[in-house]
């Protein structure tokens, strides 16, 4: 059986305990023992830690501290996966580039806040996106900064309504790449648990899960 970890946290705006609520019932369908902690502390036990075959963190802005998040790349860096979304992943640990790094991109703005928006799938044959067609999502639009080495999925095409320069501006919204021998999936879809209503959300973040964990 493999096994994931949720660690939740931070901003409640982000509603990162319902978003776990929500997801962590659809890997335990898929066979996985779940444990859900609420401390960033767990990332300070180093066997615990690379015992999880997936970690899907949770945890929106705050603060990390440099030996836990040592604790959680390390942990990425020796095969353990992680997957997250943009409440719990993307928009975490503001000052902490490292971590960034491994996420593969940084959520930098979210012009005219909830907009109407269509997702992309540019990859059709990768295992997460196979099947899954193009989307429209009604939240926030994120532009990020993001590595050009990330194995991107699907895409999101700015309008420049509400930031005129950044019209026709093609942005990633789920991606893959590796951090040592670690899997990462992230998808910047994600602002609420209201979000997970879409069910190519939740499907997205379910196989991205699955691919993620070692």
Known sequence: MKSALFVWGGWDGHEPKQCVDIIAPVLEADGFQVEISNTLDVYLDSDKMKSFNVIIPA??????????????????????????????????????????????????????????????????????????????????????????????????????????????????????RMWGEGRVFYTSLGHVAKDFDVPEVKELVRRGAIWAAK
Request: hydrophobic letters at 35%; glycine letters at 14%.
């Open 59 to 176: 945890w929106t802005m705050g603060n990390i501290t440099g030996e836990q998040e040592k604790g959680l790349l390390d942990a990425i860096k020796s095969g353990v996966g992680v997957a997250g979304w943009h409440g719990g992943m993307g928009d975490s640990f503001r000052n902490n580039t490292e971590y960034q790094w491994m996420v593969g991109g940084q959520w930098v703005a979210h012009p005219g806040g909830i907009t109407e928006y269509t997702v992309n799938i540019i990859n059709k044959e990768d295992p997460i996106t196979a099947g899954i067609n193009d989307f429209k999502m009604n939240s926030e639009q994120y532009y990020m900064h993001v590595d050009p080495s990330n194995e991107v999925l699907a895409t999101t095409t700015f309008s420049g309504a509400d930031a005129p320069w950044t019209a026709g501006c093609v942005m990633p919204v789920v991606w893959k």
